[in-house]
């Protein structure tokens, strides 16, 4: 675990913070770094669009059969809420997810897009201080989503309209977390999503749980971010990153299934 600066135990701690990569839970190459925002630039990197939706996993015997069925649950709902389908590994793919309980950095994270070979997708399994990254099939989603090439809702260019970062409460080291992007890396045409799965929490990277490092504006009082499920958004966003969205059926059918499902 990290040493950070704050009042927060090790199992208070977030375990999509306690990686130390970018943003908490991303691994980057330096060639991608410049590039993040809600999704990846498909026209500066094609290479990192998972090839005709198609994704081959494996998941760790390692894991106790209860985490196995959470990881399943996640992978099924994206396999029906989209037109990407993950599948399982036929030990020939060269590129594959592999989701691990990886002990060194721990945590839940992943890669950003596919990376090529063997590509790890880190989840925590529970343990003695809690969940971590399983105890719902949300977090498994979230980090499937980085693999897809989906970043944070919270790093949007236009974020400030919506939300507002107090920089006074995050955690000093941490505070390049909260950057966001210029309007010449918008990838996306949807409105900004506080239901996001892949939003910050309003106390993400703070110095104290009582000191929140994101509020709402526009008179929005719910809470802010959730590893529950896709919202509406997610699902739209995933479909129209892949192409589910290009002909009049498909998107009728993908529009529904993410209005119906999406929280």
Known sequence: MLNMTSDLTDSEIDPEMSPGLFQGDMALTNDLYNYWRVGIKWDAFPEKLWKNGIVPYSISPLYEPSDQVTILKAIKTLNFMTCIKFVPWNGKSKDYLLIWPIKYPRGCWSFVGRFGGSQIVSLQPPDKNGPNCLGTEGRAMHELMHALGVFHEQSRWDRD??????????????????????????TYGFEYDYDSIMHYGKTFFSK?????????KMNHSKKIGQRKALSKGDCLKLNDLYGCLDNVPMKRKYYNICNFMGI
């Open 208 to 216: 104290s749980k009582s000191k929140p490092t994101i509020t709402t």
């Open 161 to 186: 309209k919506f939300v507002k970062i107090h920089e006074e409460n995050i955690i000093p080291r941490f505070r390049s977390n909260f950057d966001k992007q210029s309007l010449d890396n918008t």
